[in-house]
C-alpha cells in the first residue's frame, strides 16, 4: 500500500510540472528529489529507493531531450540524472537512519519510563500477600507480559503472574537461581535470566511475550527485582527483631506493673501479719480487724494475679468468651467496689438508667475492660477532680467514662488503643504497661462492640458500646 501511494505521487508530480504547469528540468528534480525526502521521512528507505528509481526514469522519459523516450542526447544530463538518482538514494537512506534512531530513542524512553514505573511499584508493594508474588503482578502489567515466572532460591517457592501458563521450564530456573545460566527461547519469545545481589544468584527470572528486551532492560529488570526481594527480606528480618523487641518489652512491663500494683496489697497484709505476731496479747477485737484487713487484701492480691494472668493471655486476636445475659451497671458497679484501694476517696460517680442495661456478655472480660479504662481515668486526671461513669441504653449498653485530666493530644488518640504504646509526655512519669486500653479494645471486639475516645484539654470521654439485642456467642 505504501509502494503504491509512492509511485502515485510520483506520477501526480510528473503530471504537475510537465502538464498542469509546465517546469523545466531543474525545478522538476529539485521537486522529485524534495518528494523522495518525505516519503523516507514518512515511511523508510523501501519506499524511498522505489520512488527515486521511478522519478529517475520519468525524469528522463518526460524532462531529458529527447523527450519520451528512455534516451538522453547530451552526455551532461547522464551526469545530472546520475547524480540525481544517487543523491535521492543517499538521502533516503540517511532519512530512514534519523527516523530509525528516533524509534530507538522513543522506544528507550518508553523502556525507562516502565523501569522507573516498576521501581515505584516496588516500593509501593504492601504486605497483603505475598512480596514476590505481587512483584511478578506488578512486573507482567508494566511491561506487558504475557507470562512472568520467579523461583526464590531462598524460600524455594514459585511465584507465577500473565494471563499464559509457563510451565516445563522448573528445572532452566532452578540452574539460574543456583547456577546464575541464562536461556533464550527466540521462537517463543520466551528469556530466563538469573537474579543476582552482587556476584551471588538468588532467583531465577522468567519472561514471555511483549516487545523484545534489549540486555540493558532485561538486566534492569532483574536488578530491581533483586532489590526488592533483599528489602522485602530486610523487612521481614526487621519485623523478627521487633516482635521479639515487643515480647521482651511485654514481659519486663508485665513485670513493672505487677510489681507495682501488688506492692500495695502486700504492703497492708505484711502490716497486718507483723502487728499480729507483734503483739499475740492484744484485743480479740483487734486481731480480728487485723485478719479482716490481712484477708481483703489478699483478695485483693489474688484478684490482681489473676487479671495479670488475664492480661497476658488475652494480649492475642484470639479471646474466647462465656456470655450470659448481664445486668451491665451491676457489673460496673461491681468494678468499683472492687477499685475502693485505688480510688481511695477520689469523687467517683457511677450513672445509670432507670432501666437496667443488660446484655449478653462475658462478665469477667468485660469487667476487665472497664476496670482498664477507670484505672487509665485516675492516673491520668488530677486526685481532686472528679471521673464519671454513665451506663445506658440506646444502640446497644453504652459505659462511659470521663476524666478532666490534660487530656490526648489529637496526633496520639489513634495510637493509645497500640500494644505497648504509652505517649512520650507520661511514659517516665505515671507507671503503666501500655496494654491495659490494647486489651481492653481486644475484649470489646471479641464483643462485636466499639471501643472509642473523644478528648479535649480538661476532658477525656472513653465510650464502650456493646450489642444488647443479639447474643455473642463464644469466639
Known amino acids: 500500500m505504501q509502494l503504491l501511494i509512492s509511485l502515485t505521487a510520483v506520477a501526480l508530480l510528473t503530471y504537475t510540472g510537465y502538464s498542469l ?40 522519459f518526460f524532462f531529458f531531450p529527447p523527450v519520451g523516450r528512455f534516451t538522453i542526447a547530451d552526455p551532461q544530463n547522464w551526469v545530472a540524472l546520475f547524480s540525481f538518482l544517487t543523491t535521492a538514494l543517499i538521502a533516503s ?25 516498576f521501581s515505584r511499584a516496588i516500593l509501593l508493594i504492601d504486605h497483603i500477600e505475598p512480596f514476590p508474588k505481587q512483584l511478578v503482578r506488578k512486573l507482567a502489567e508494566i511491561f506487558e507480559l504475557s507470562a512472568v515466572v520467579l523461583y526464590e532460591r531462598r524460600a524455594e517457592e514459585f ?40 556476584s ?75 502487728s499480729l505476731l507483734a503483739n499475740p496479747d492484744q484485743p480479740a477485737k483487734s486481731k480480728a480487724e487485723l485478719v479482716k484487713i490481712a484477708d481483703e487484701e489478699a483478695k485483693h492480691l489474688n484478684e490482681l494475679i489473676e487479671d495479670a494472668v488475664e492480661m497476658g493471655r488475652l494480649d492475642t486476636a484470639d479471646i474466647q468468651l462465656h456470655t450470659e445475659s448481664s445486668n451491665v451497671g451491676e457489673l460496673v458497679r461491681e468494678v468499683v467496689a472492687s477499685m475502693h484501694n485505688v480510688i481511695d476517696g477520689r469523687p467517683l460517680n457511677v450513672v445509670c438508667d432507670e432501666q437496667p442495661p443488660a446484655a449478653p456478655v462475658d462478665r ?6 472497664v476496670k482498664q479504662l477507670v484505672d487509665n481515668a485516675l492516673k491520668y486526671s488530677p486526685p481532686d477532680t472528679p471521673v464519671t461513669i454513665r451506663v445506658h441504653n440506646g444502640s446497644g449498653v453504652t459505659v462511659t467514662v470521663t476524666d478532666h485530666g490534660k487530656g490526648i493530644p489529637s496526633q496520639e488518640q489513634s495510637r493509645i488503643f497500640e500494644r505497648l504504646y504509652r505517649s512520650p509526655a507520661v ?34 470521654t472513653f465510650r464502650l458500646t456493646l450489642p444488647g439485642d443479639k447474643k455473642a456467642g463464644p469466639h
Open 21 to 60: 504547469f509546465p517546469v523545466n528540468a531543474t525545478t522538476q528534480g529539485f521537486a522529485y528529489l524534495l518528494l523522495v525526502l518525505i516519503i523516507a521521512s514518512r515511511w523508510g528507505f523501501l519506499e524511498a529507493s522505489v520512488a527515486s528509481v521511478a522519478a529517475t526514469l520519468t525524469f528522463n
Open 93 to 117: 537512506r540517511l532519512s530512514a537512519e534519523v527516523k530509525s534512531r528516533a524509534l530507538d530513542v522513543v522506544e528507550r524512553k518508553q523502556d525507562l519510563e516502565r523501569l522507573y514505573t
Open 159 to 198: 511465584y507465577r503472574a500473565g494471563p499464559l501458563d509457563f510451565d516445563g521450564l522448573e528445572d532452566q530456573l532452578r540452574d539460574a537461581a543456583l547456577q546464575g545460566t541464562s536461556f533464550t527461547d527466540a521462537q517463543r519469545n520466551r528469556v530466563i535470566t538469573a537474579v543476582r545481589l552482587g
Open 200 to 274: 551471588e544468584p538468588i532467583a531465577g527470572l522468567a519472561l514471555q511475550g511483549g516487545a523484545q528486551m534489549p540486555d540493558a532492560v532485561l538486566q534492569g529488570i532483574a536488578n530491581l527485582v533483586a532489590i526488592g526481594l533483599e528489602r522485602a527480606h530486610a523487612q521481614d528480618l526487621s519485623s523478627q527483631i521487633e516482635a521479639a523487641r515487643r515480647s521482651e518489652k511485654l514481659r519486663s512491663t508485665l513485670l513493672d506493673a505487677m510489681a507495682h500494683e501488688f506492692k500495695t496489697p502486700l504492703t497492708s497484709i505484711m502490716a497486718a501479719t507483723t
Open 364 to 369: 469477667r472480660l468485660v469487667k476487665l475492660a
Open 427 to 460: 511514659q517516665n512519669q505515671i507507671p503503666g504497661s501500655g496494654l491495659g486500653l490494647s486489651i481492653a479494645r481486644n475484649i470489646v471486639k471479641a464483643h462485636h462492640g466499639e471501643l472509642a475516645v473523644a478528648s479535649r484539654p480538661g476532658e477525656t
